[in-house]
T-cell receptor, first 114, second 112 residues
Framework: GENVEQHPSTLSVQEGDSAVIKCTYS??????FPWYKQELGKRPQLIID?????GEKKDQRIAVTLNKTAKHFSLHITETQPEDSAVYFCAASYSGAGSYQLTFGKGTKLSVIP | DGGITQSPKYLFRKEGQNVTLSCEQN?????MYWYRQDPGQGLRLIYY???????QKGDIAEGYSVSREKKESFPLTVTSAQKNPTAFYLCASSIKGAGGYTFGSGTRLTVV
């Protein structure tokens, strides 16, 4: 099955700086890569996603890049703000024998220091 | 208001007791999922269902059971065989075969 590795596990940045979280995946058949943000005690929420036919996608201060050859994808947050503090999860979709499911990384706890 | 609802928000289980966590969605999604979340462990898949009356085991299905009698509902039972059930449980749904998940707000289960 699919395996997703996520780094770093914790990340502290000064407000206004950029943050980068990286993920690698094992299954070359995976073609959908979402990112979720989970604030303390709340549900994960989809913040951005990318499909394998696209190399980069941007939404305001958030961007995701995908390198299919190297099987890794990254989340970039620019001009970080205190409300960006949360746990971020990457995921990859794995399809096998007609099934569909997301495999998640273990998460990155981002702290933005005012 | 479309969404996915989990209940209860907090649940306490005694040793040897079975408990059932509820998950209901009105998004008309075919697929539903249960994940367990432990600190530092990320999200681990327990069970998932792509269609009514069918479901598959995930990575950590031992000690859990599910049913999918209706499209809207996917309850999870934590049985007495699950020796370490204290965790945060998240239910999710998606369009069959594609796309991101919509998550419920979770149930925090504690063994007392």
């Amino acid at each position: 099955g699919e395996n997703v590795e996520q780094h770093p596990s914790t990340l502290s940045v000064q407000e206004g700086d950029s943050a980068v979280i990286k993920c690698t995946y094992s299954d070359s058949a995976s073609n959908y890569f979402p990112w979720y943000k989970q604030e303390l005690g709340k549900r994960p929420q989809l913040i951005i996603d990318i499909r394998s036919n696209v190399g980069e996608k941007k939404d305001q201060r958030i961007a995701v890049t995908l390198n299919k050859t190297a099987k890794h994808f990254s989340l970039h947050i620019t001009e970080t703000q205190p409300e960006d503090s949360a746990v971020y999860f990457c995921a990859a979709s794995y399809s096998g024998a007609g099934s569909y499911q997301l495999t998640f990384g273990k998460g990155t706890k981002l702290s933005v220091i005012p | 208001d479309g969404g996915i609802t989990q209940s209860p928000k907090y649940l306490f289980r005694k040793e040897g007791q079975n408990v059932t966590l509820s998950c209901e969605q009105n998004l008309n999604h075919d697929a539903m999922y249960w994940y367990r979340q432990d600190p530092g462990q990320g999200l681990r898949l327990i069970y998932y269902s792509q269609i009514v009356n069918d479901f598959q085991k995930g990575d950590i299905a031992e000690g859990y059971s599910v049913s999918r009698e209706k499209k809207e509902s996917f309850p999870l039972t934590v049985t007495s065989a699950q020796k370490n059930p204290t965790a945060f449980y998240l239910c999710a749904s998606s369009i069959k075969g594609a796309g991101g998940y919509t998550f419920g707000s979770g149930t925090r289960l504690t063994v007392v």
